[in-house]
């Protein structure tokens, strides 16, 4: 396993994957953050951010069943692991301290 230190946007599919379940593939996933982020994103990246978290240990995945309307292709479907929980549980606990660092101020007269 790789190192399970996340960027932003490994952490973003990790965030999608878990709130997708059992639907969560590739093209569904690239759906999700397009509509959630309003950033381009491109399958391509998806994919290899995928790879990527299933190659340190953060995800999982699963071929399903072809389908007609997929011409025969298989969808590869992916499910957080408890590495992948941990590494989000990790990042939203380091980013609360950092919030929490940050002195009451009055935004509205800066």
Known sequence: MKGTNIGEFEELVLL?????MEDAYSVSVCDELSEH???TVKLGVVHAVLNRL???GL?????GEATKS??????????????GK???VQAKE???QLWERIPTVNWSKI
Request: proline fraction near 0%; hydrophobic fraction near 35%.
């Open 94 to 96: 380091m980013r609360d």
């Open 54 to 56: 299933e190659e340190k």
């Open 86 to 88: 941990n590494a989000l």
């Open 16 to 20: 999608t994957v878990a709130a997708l």
């Open 70 to 83: 997929r011409g025969g292709k298989r969808k590869r479907f992916y499910q957080l692991t408890i590495q």
């Open 59 to 63: 995800l999982k995945s699963e071929l």
């Open 37 to 39: 982020t309003g950033r």
